[in-house]
């Protein structure tokens, strides 16, 4: 099996390029026309080829870099660099299990020649650099908005009704009736009931795909509807540029499960999918493979901040220019016995079994863990100027985002809550917002004992001076939906600039010790004019992310 440089991005080149020679010498900087001339009068190709050899051993220029070539590429995860590819690079093709010998260009012996003058060589990156800079169009950046929102939850599957119901402080959370769990400590969850797919997806993928793909594909659809992307609007849409990133944290847990169960009793009874739709990135290439996306489509997988990460890296797609329409969000269907259990043998969970509405409670001293919930939740981002030329209707805009790592536990957050200010100042930064125009914060706040206060904590390090703040936390009715939640709490977010009203915090009947209570929202909802907000989602392994959404305004932020 031969491998080709094709994989190797600017910064594998020039990884190679100074490992293996170096930078001539103030003498030997004199024009490419002048050194042809002279070293055509010195040596003929032969004699340049077997002089440079003679001076590492015997050993080709492809052989002499290929250990080091082999090992940098094994690992380069950097974006291919076309310019390079199409180039007589160093070495435009080697063995993975052996060096290839290529033609030496004269570019490659003028570089072979001076090797020997003692200085770093930097020729190979600058070339690459020089061919992208050429490429460059300086242009203003690219503003980037909400045209279509879908979701998929306990408390509906429309976004309307979604919303509504989260405004009326309506409690989606229920006792378990997927299977019995009448033996787990844990018996209530933020549960889905009498789901269909009908309309949305096709019979055959209903029966053989995770419900995690299921809720992705129809929120997918449904926020295309929503973003009134009908057939004709479809037909007219340059598909290269339309992308697909909606991530899930633990994937096609069921299909998985079942391919175990199945393998108890031989390999011959797994299903062929159990695999491939066990898989986090299979949900976004099946909803591309429906529609006929051809853009970046990958998935992102950061536990519960899945959701939010999925939603920048897609809004970077589109400023960079690289497309014009992208879904994004996350998906998660975990509410089955190894998702249970799990959890719970991490000691995660509420267990108020006989009050399943009061169970998730932000910030309120008497909460116990949180509520697994279950769902996806998706966003159209749209560039603007694409938007307004079909006459999309905006919801709102995105304003920017942030991401950093606690590096502390892989399930506790920091105890000084520095990942999460960190992430908060990036979003700032990244955004060009002004701190104090942040009025409305759909914090993370799980209810567990002490992620809720670290949280809070760092919340008002970074905004305690905005008498204006007010917070709410979305998963006080709906449960935790993991990888969905961060997605589906961006659309509660969207919503709330919409419409101007933001949902309550149910059953914050006793503020913890340390909470001002007066910055966050009460039982009932409230009217806000929205300037910006700021959504959290923080994930096991001390992943942190933060978004901004605000109005849409003619000239921008």
Same mark, same amino acid.
Request: glycine residues 10%; proline residues 3%.
């Given at each position: 099996?031969?491998?080709?440089?094709?994989?190797?991005?600017?910064?594998?080149?020039?990884?190679?390029?100074?490992?293996?020679?170096?930078?001539?010498?103030?003498?030997?900087?004199?024009?490419?026309?002048?050194?042809?001339?002279?070293?055509?009068?010195?040596?003929?190709?032969? @004699?340049?080829?077997?002089?440079?050899?003679?001076?590492?051993?015997?050993?080709?220029?492809?052989?002499?870099?290929?250990?080091?070539?082999?090992?940098?590429?094994?690992?380069?995860?950097?974006?291919?660099?076309?310019?390079?590819?199409?180039?007589?690079?160093?070495?435009?093709?080697?063995?993975?299990?052996?060096?290839?010998?290529?033609?030496?260009?004269?570019?490659? #012996?003028?570089?072979?020649?001076?090797? #020997?003058?003692?200085?770093?060589?930097?020729?190979?990156?600058?070339?690459?650099?020089?061919?992208?800079?050429?490429?460059?169009?300086?242009?203003?950046?690219?503003?980037?908005?909400?045209?279509?929102?879908?979701?998929?939850?306990?408390?509906?599957?429309?976004?309307?009704?979604?919303?509504?119901?989260?405004?009326?402080?309506?409690?989606?959370?229920?006792?378990?009736?997927?299977?019995?769990?009448?033996?787990?400590?844990?018996?209530?969850?933020?549960?889905?009931?009498?789901?269909?797919?009908?309309?949305?997806?096709?019979?055959?993928?209903?029966?053989? &795909?995770?419900?995690?793909?299921?809720?992705?594909?129809?929120?997918?659809?449904?926020?295309?509807?929503?973003? +009134?992307?009908?057939?004709?609007?479809?037909?007219?849409?340059?598909?290269?540029?339309?992308?697909?990133?909606? +991530?899930? =944290?633990?994937?096609?847990?069921?299909?998985?499960?079942?391919?175990?169960?199945?393998?108890?009793?031989?390999?011959?009874?797994?299903?062929?999918?159990?695999?491939?739709?066990?898989?986090?990135?299979?949900?976004? @290439?099946?909803? =591309?493979?429906?529609?006929?996306?051809?853009?970046?489509?990958?998935?992102?997988?950061?536990?519960?901040?899945?959701?939010?990460?999925?939603?920048?890296?897609?809004?970077?797609?589109?400023? #960079? +220019?690289?497309?014009?329409?992208?879904?994004?969000?996350?998906?998660?269907?975990?509410?089955?016995?190894?998702?249970?259990?799990?959890?719970?043998?991490?000691?995660?969970?509420?267990?108020?079994?006989?009050?399943?509405?009061?169970?998730?409670?932000?910030?309120?001293?008497?909460?116990?863990?949180?509520?697994?919930?279950?769902?996806?939740?998706?966003?159209?981002?749209?560039?603007?100027?694409?938007?307004?030329?079909?006459?999309?209707?905006?919801?709102?805009?995105?304003?920017?985002?942030?991401?950093?790592?606690?590096?502390?536990?892989?399930?506790?957050?920091?105890?000084?809550?520095?990942?999460?200010?960190?992430?908060?100042?990036?979003?700032?930064?990244?955004?060009?917002?002004?701190?104090?125009?942040?009025?409305?914060?759909?914090?993370?706040?799980?209810?567990?004992?002490? &992620?809720?206060?670290?949280?809070?904590?760092?919340?008002? #390090?970074?905004?305690?001076?905005?008498?204006?703040?007010?917070?709410?936390?979305?998963?006080?009715?709906?449960?935790?939906?993991?990888?969905?939640?961060? =997605?589906?709490?961006?659309?509660?977010?969207?919503?709330?600039?919409?419409?101007?009203?933001?949902?309550?915090?149910?059953?914050?009947?006793?503020?913890?010790?340390?909470?001002?209570?007066?910055?966050?929202?009460?039982?009932?909802?409230?009217?806000?004019?929205?300037?910006? @907000?700021?959504?959290?989602?923080?994930?096991?392994?001390?992943?942190?992310?933060?978004?901004?959404?605000?109005?849409?305004?003619?000239?921008?932020?």
């Amino acid at each position: 099996m031969v491998m080709t440089a094709s994989f190797a991005s600017p910064l594998c080149t020039w990884l190679v390029a100074t490992t293996c020679m170096n930078e001539p010498s103030e003498k030997e900087r004199i024009p490419k026309s002048a050194e042809f001339a002279r070293s055509s009068k010195k040596f003929s190709n032969t @004699a340049r080829r077997r002089n440079f050899e003679s001076k590492n051993g015997g050993s080709s220029l492809s052989s002499f870099c290929g250990y080091k070539i082999r090992s940098l590429m094994s690992f380069c995860p950097f974006k291919p660099c076309e310019e390079y590819n199409n180039s007589q690079g160093i070495s435009s093709s080697f063995s993975l299990f052996g060096s290839k010998a290529v033609p030496i260009s004269h570019k490659q #012996r003028r570089l072979s020649k001076s090797s #020997r003058s003692g200085k770093t060589m930097a020729a190979a990156v600058q070339q690459v650099k020089q061919v992208a800079t050429d490429k460059l169009v300086l242009t203003k950046k690219r503003r980037v908005v909400v045209t279509g929102l879908g979701v998929v939850s306990s408390l509906g599957q429309d976004v309307d009704e979604f919303y509504n119901n989260l405004l009326e402080g309506i409690s989606g959370i229920s006792q378990i009736e997927a299977f019995d769990c009448s033996e787990f400590p844990t018996r209530i969850a933020g549960e889905i009931k009498n789901f269909s797919s009908n309309g949305w997806v096709s019979q055959k993928l209903s029966k053989r &795909a995770d419900n995690y793909m299921l809720y992705l594909i129809k929120a997918g659809k449904k926020a295309l509807a929503d973003g +009134g992307i009908t057939e004709e609007v479809m037909t007219e849409l340059d598909k290269a540029k339309c992308g697909v990133i909606i +991530g899930s =944290a633990l994937g096609g847990l069921k299909v998985f499960t079942d391919g175990v169960e199945a393998l108890q009793v031989s390999h011959k009874k797994m299903n062929p999918f159990s695999i491939p739709f066990a898989t986090t990135n299979m949900g976004s @290439a099946l909803l =591309a493979m429906d529609l006929g996306w051809m853009g970046p489509n990958y998935s992102i997988s950061t536990a519960c901040a899945t959701g939010n990460f999925c939603i920048l890296s897609a809004a970077n797609h589109i400023i #960079r +220019g690289e497309t014009d329409m992208m879904l994004c969000g996350g998906s998660d269907a975990a509410i089955i016995p190894i998702g249970l259990g799990g959890f719970i043998a991490c000691g995660s969970l509420s267990q108020r079994n006989e009050d399943p509405t009061k169970a998730s409670r932000p910030w309120d001293m008497q909460r116990d863990g949180f509520v697994m919930g279950e769902g996806a939740g998706v966003l159209l981002l749209e560039e603007l100027e694409h938007a307004k030329r079909r006459d999309a209707t905006i919801y709102a805009e995105f304003l920017g985002g942030g991401f950093t790592c606690d590096a502390y536990h892989a399930t506790e957050p920091h105890p000084d809550g520095t990942g999460i200010v960190l992430c908060m100042e990036k979003a700032l930064a990244q955004s060009g917002v002004a701190r104090e125009d942040i009025n409305y914060i759909n914090a993370h706040a799980t209810s567990t004992p002490s &992620a809720d206060l670290k949280e809070y904590q760092a919340i008002l #390090r970074c905004f305690g001076q905005n008498t204006e703040l007010r917070i709410n936390s979305t998963k006080c009715m709906l449960g935790h939906l993991l990888g969905a939640a961060g =997605a589906v709490e961006a659309v509660a977010t969207v919503k709330a600039i919409q419409t101007g009203w933001i949902h309550p915090n149910i059953n914050l009947e006793y503020p913890d010790e340390g909470v001002d209570a007066n910055i966050l929202v009460g039982s009932k909802r409230e009217r806000v004019d929205v300037k910006v @907000a700021l959504s959290n989602s923080l994930g096991f392994g001390g992943h942190n992310s933060s978004i901004l959404f605000g109005p849409y305004k003619k000239f921008g932020y």
